[in-house]
């Protein structure tokens, strides 16, 4: 696979929301968001109240992509454990809205029900396009044996879709999706979620040793390579890079707000006024927080314009913004000194949150080593 989007169908695949989202809706929806965020993060509880509100702010189906981002972003700013639930459904989403069955998408959206994906497994770790799971039909269905890795939601979605080696399959891209509806017998999670960041989200391991019916294929057999690659995974790098920014953009602002207000009284001033370090340290958060918003304006523009180097944008998105969010959040750290050592901001949440997208898959140093290849003329795979 060359990284071109001549092969690709994601540019079409924004689902119609129901009802279209306003502002004042969305700006409800943070406001409980950020009213528990603290709490989430501390107890490590799931986010119920919060879900709720995103569902019910006319965003849990978007619209387009460039609305997916907004949102994301948005939520990320107020409660990110809450919007990595958010993206990984719309990703989900994405996937069933593209099923030859379409009555499978039709179901999940008139039951509003949270969906997600459960692609990672443990013996192929980052590359989550490889299961080594190996489905077989069984005379009642299809046999499903998989054990996945860092399920977002597990145990609380609704329905997962799920990858596994198609059956018959000779290669580790010979793959098939299903939709797996959550509650299955045979569908286990396995422990609790004890991440440094992103605490709410309970991302845990997951068995599924399960027969299905044959209408709950979301691929033709052997075409779960081509759907994660050409839906789930641009759909996931746009929402991770949004997700991100709104990391950055939030950890700004709040190191903003305390070094402008924090003085040292000695010397008649504030903390950004007083010492040229703590401006410095703003001034390359704000860079970097304004890099991430252009890169990944520009790849959402390609999108839409269908450019032929869309897709080039689209891995680059997720590696610019997540980097950019753990320098930014590291800025804020150090500026905000011992009140977010100590844990008295927001910006240590922040910092722990922002270090999960530069390790889920792919991973940066994955898309560094795509892009390589893609600039190089290389095939991907």
């Known amino acids: 696979m060359r990284c071109e989007s001549t092969s690709l169908c994601w540019h079409r695949r924004s689902v119609q929301s129901a009802a ?19 709490n989430i993060d501390s107890t490590a509880s799931w986010p119920a109240e919060s879900l709720r509100a995103i569902s019910d702010s006319g965003l849990w189906i978007p619209c387009s992509m460039r609305e997916f981002a907004d949102s994301t972003r948005r939520f990320s700013q107020a409660c990110t454990s809450s919007a990595m639930i958010y993206l990984m459904h719309v ?33 192929s770790r980052s590359h989550f396009w490889a299961p080594v799971s190996r489905a077989q039909q069984n005379g009642k ?101 949004a997700l991100s920014i709104g990391i950055a953009e939030a950890a700004l602002a709040n190191t903003l707000k305390h070094t402008t207000s924090a003085r040292l009284e000695h010397m008649g001033g504030s903390l950004a006024e007083i010492v040229p370090e703590i401006r410095a340290r703003l001034a390359r958060m704000q860079l970097a927080v304004d890099s991430s918003r252009a890169f990944l304006d520009q790849t959402l523009t390609k999108i839409e314009a269908q450019a032929p180097d869309a897709m080039l944008g689209v891995l680059g998105a997720k590696a610019v913004a997540s980097e950019n969010a753990v320098r930014v959040t590291d800025e804020a750290m150090r500026a905000c000194g011992g009140a977010a050592f100590g844990s008295q901001l927001s910006v240590e949440r922040h910092f722990r949150d922002a270090r999960a997208a530069s390790v889920m898959a792919p991973t940066t140093e994955l898309l560094y080593d795509f892009i390589g290849k893609a600039v190089a003329g290389l095939p991907l795979f």
């Open 20 to 38: 279209m989202a306003n502002s004042s809706s969305v700006d409800q929806a943070c406001e409980i968001l950020r009213k528990h965020a603290a």
């Open 91 to 123: 990703c989900a989403i994405q996937v069933i809205a593209g099923a030859p069955n379409k009555h499978l998408f039709e179901k999940v959206k008139s039951e509003r029900a949270l969906s997600t994906l459960a692609f990672s497994e443990k013996g």
């Open 141 to 241: 269905g299809i046999q499903i044996n998989a054990n996945k890795s860092f399920v977002t939601s597990a145990g609380r979605a609704d329905y997962y879709v799920l990858s596994s080696g198609a059956i018959g399959g000779k290669s580790a891209t010979d793959s098939t999706l299903y939709l797996v509806k959550g509650g299955t017998s045979g569908v286990e999670t396995l422990g609790e979620w004890k991440g440094l960041g992103l605490r709410g989200n309970s991302s845990a391991a997951m068995t599924f040793a399960c027969t299905i019916d044959e209408s709950s294929r979301l691929t033709e057999e052997g075409g779960g390579f081509k759907a994660m690659l050409d839906i789930a995974l641009p759909w996931f790098q746009i929402g991770s890079a």
